[in-house]
């Protein structure tokens, strides 16, 4: 909304000087520094509260070539 906003302050050349432009710079800052906020605020509910995430359970590899052969023959 907010850099809808600037863009509509900005179209026709309106925004060049004066307290348009103060405008337009004012709200592409608001705008990048919520767009900031949320990706922060996101990695932290994933990445440290676990929020949305499923965690799988780790399983014992089994081997299933004879003789403990890797499976790709490496």
Not at 43 to 54: D, K, L, N, P, W
């Amino acid at each position: 909304m907010l850099f809808t906003t600037a863009a509509a302050l900005q179209a026709d050349g309106g925004a060049r000087e004066g307290s348009a432009l103060t405008a337009v710079i004012a709200l592409h800052a608001s705008g990048a520094t919520f767009l900031a906020m949320a990706g922060y605020l996101g990695g932290e509910m994933v990445f440290r509260h676990h929020v949305a995430t499923i965690e799988e359970e780790m399983e014992p590899q089994t081997n299933s070539q004879p003789g403990g052969a890797h499976p790709r023959g490496v």
